[in-house]
């Protein structure tokens, strides 16, 4: 009979445990369990510790978080929530939120997004997209950049991104597969390139998911996530990634959980060696090299005798001076044109059309 009551116990209380009143009431008494109060003090102690050594923020500054409304980005909220006011004086916080218009489920989003911002106290800004048909957004690189564009316009210290460790692995593996110098390819994103703050790269998702159960929040899940077929970063990310996450995991003497991201950010942090040492050579080599008479103009003596990863270091930077964008391929063929002294191949007229942009007046 006692093994009975017990079982009918266990059962009501499994039946509760993700009510929200439930579990606001068991916090506010100190109930909540040592294993979540762990997962959230994690989560925003490291947020916090991102956020005043790496991303340079100051006591008042004023913070814009990019909210979709996905597990990542209201993880985000939700940490930046807990640890502003730890400055003095606290951080300031809105959120904005981007509606595309593009799916049926768009406007299920910014409601969710807003009433959360509600429950939270925080100001929340939605920005509506082009609808279909008007302007379209070609790229997810496109969207990208309106969504910045608009964060921007708020003129806050600080744009907050919800990127984390497992968006580093994608990012890496996508620029492994298009082709980039040794220089960039692991070099995943930072986490503060003024004005944009990444808080969250030291944590998979995994991590951002437990941290958002443990406080029996919820999210918006993007069906359009799950299609391999629709962005080249789901197929890396739902193909690709669970694969090499295996066979990293299978190495003897490894820790399996988590072996690809530590594998990446290793050679992340070698890339990045690489860059800073290039950095360091290109500049010096820039200043004694430079066209007495043309102060964006490169002297190519002896080219032939500067290191080639050092000579595309140096095109780089001469191609982005101008305005202009330029792959590893492309600077293959601008290094191998002015080893053979190619004129034709470097033509201002020819490469603009190689590039299939504009020439710039």
């Known amino acids: 009979a006692f093994a009975r009551k017990k079982m009918r116990m266990g059962r009501v209380l499994l039946s509760f445990r993700r009510s929200p009143l439930l579990l606001c009431l068991l916090r506010s008494e100190g109930f909540a369990t040592g294993a979540s109060r762990r997962i959230e003090a994690r989560v925003e102690s490291g947020v916090e510790w991102s956020l005043r050594h790496e991303c340079r923020v100051k006591s008042g500054d004023s913070m814009v978080a990019m909210v979709s409304g996905g597990s990542d ?25 981007f509606d595309h218009g593009l ?18 106290g925080v100001e929340c800004l939605v920005e509506t997209g082009p609808p279909p048909g008007s302007v379209v957004l070609p790229t997810q690189a496109t969207a990208r950049r309106w969504r ?56 998979a998702k995994a991590d951002l998911v437990a941290y958002l159960e443990a406080m029996n929040e919820t999210w918006r899940e993007d069906a359009s996530n799950e299609d391999p077929s629709k962005y080249a970063r789901n197929f890396v990310r739902l193909e690709i990634v669970p694969r090499l996450a295996d066979l990293a995991a299978r190495t003897k003497g ?25 950095g360091t050579c290109a500049d010096d080599l820039q200043a004694t090299r430079k066209k007495k008479d043309h102060d964006e103009g490169l002297d190519v003596d002896g080219w032939a005798d500067v290191p080639e990863p050092l000579r595309h270091e140096l095109l780089s930077r001469l191609v982005c001076a101008a305005g202009g964008t330029a792959s590893f391929s492309h600077l293959v063929d601008l290094d191998d044109a002015l080893l053979r002294d190619d004129d034709d191949l470097l033509d201002d007229d020819d490469y603009d059309k190689r590039r299939r942009r504009p020439k710039k007046n």
């Open 254 to 278: 490894t820790d399996q959980d988590g072996a690809l991201r530590r594998r990446v950010a290793a050679l992340a942090r070698q890339s990045e060696a690489l860059d800073r040492w290039l």
């Open 73 to 97: 980005s209201v993880a985000l909220l939700h940490a930046l929530c807990a640890v502003r006011r730890r400055w003095e004086p606290p951080l300031a916080l809105e959120v904005v939120h």
């Open 148 to 203: 910045r564009g608009r964060a921007l316009a708020r003129n806050a210290s600080v744009v907050v991104l919800a990127h984390h460790a497992d968006d580093q692995v994608e990012t890496a593996l996508l620029r492994l597969a298009r082709g980039a110098r040794l220089s960039k390819v692991f070099a995943g994103m930072r986490p503060y390139a003024k004005p944009f703050a990444r808080p969250l790269l030291s944590f």
């Open 103 to 120: 799916r049926r489920e768009s406007k299920g989003d910014a409601r969710f997004v807003e009433a959360l911002c509600e429950r939270l």
